[in-house]
């Protein structure tokens, strides 16, 4: 039960990548919990095979093991999940990766691997899905930025690269897709305390420079992100297209 018809997304089918731990796990729990049949996509066949068992109770869920990198793969399991579970509603990139060093030390291989897990990926998965959207005339794309879309911190800049150029990427995917009646955005995450994050939020240092910087005055919990998934998935959002919704606590808007 919704309080608006507008967003209302029960009985859809939303296709999240990276969603064995994290922030993508917390995202498939929600869109779940607002009635979506949910499928799941991660490598690591274990860690996904326990997400599936933990949400499981919430609602409909599936998992599909597959790396979001490869053409083919992907290709492969978009049609085998439309085929097996439905034509695919909405689609959350969300899959993503850090490394963080010196640009002067920083690997080659390790450039490589942050472009293709945290940008090749959307451009991938979108693409696939949405030559399946277009036909239908409908469908939501949401791309998980993140503030280093717009901003940057030593030592990380390749990381910053990534999540600027999936920016980008959803705008373009936005001019090209929107006159089929697809809605392309990004949402953009501030500092969140996730398992990933936890040697971040150890650092006494590091945290009291994330309430420092944050008009909220603290790290962001998963929950915070879940209501703007929702507005972006939603109808609520059909004349929004080409934006990034940052979900920061403030950060991006005080120097």
């Known amino acids: 039960m919704t309080s608006s018809p507008l967003f209302d997304i029960e009985g859809r089918i939303a296709l999240i990548t990276g969603s064995s731990r994290g922030i993508g796990r917390a ?7 607002a009635g979506c049949t949910v499928v799941l996509n991660g490598r690591d066949e274990a860690v996904l095979a326990r997400a599936h068992a933990e949400l499981g109770p919430i609602g409909k869920v599936f998992a599909r093991a597959f790396d979001v990198t490869d053409s083919a793969a ?43 897990t945290n940008l090749t990926s959307a451009f991938l998965m979108g693409r696939e899905v949405a030559r399946r959207m277009v036909p239908r005339r409908r469908g939501k794309i949401i791309n998980i930025c993140s503030v280093q879309s717009e901003t940057v911190r030593p030592g990380i800049a390749p990381y910053a690269a990534t999540k600027g150029g999936l920016k980008l990427l959803t705008k373009g995917m936005c ?24 040697a971040l939020v150890a650092d006494e240092e590091f945290s009291a420079w994330v309430r420092g910087r944050t008009p909220a005055g603290r790290w962001g919990e998963v929950s915070d992100l879940i209501g703007a998934l929702i507005f972006l998935a939603s109808p609520a959002s059909d004349f929004v297209s080409g934006q990034v919704l940052y979900v920061d606590g403030g950060m991006l808007s005080v120097l």
């Open 27 to 33: 995202l498939a729990q929600g869109l779940l919990e």
């Open 74 to 116: 992907v290709a492969a399991h978009v049609a085998a999940i439309e085929d097996e579970v439905g034509p695919i509603d909405i689609l959350v990139n969300n899959t993503g990766t850090q490394h963080r060093a010196p640009l002067v030390d920083f690997p080659d291989e390790d450039w490589h691997r942050l472009i293709g």
């Open 175 to 198: 001019a090209d897709l929107g006159p089929s009646g697809i809605q392309v955005n990004g949402l953009g995450p501030g500092y969140f305390a996730t398992e990933l994050t936890e």
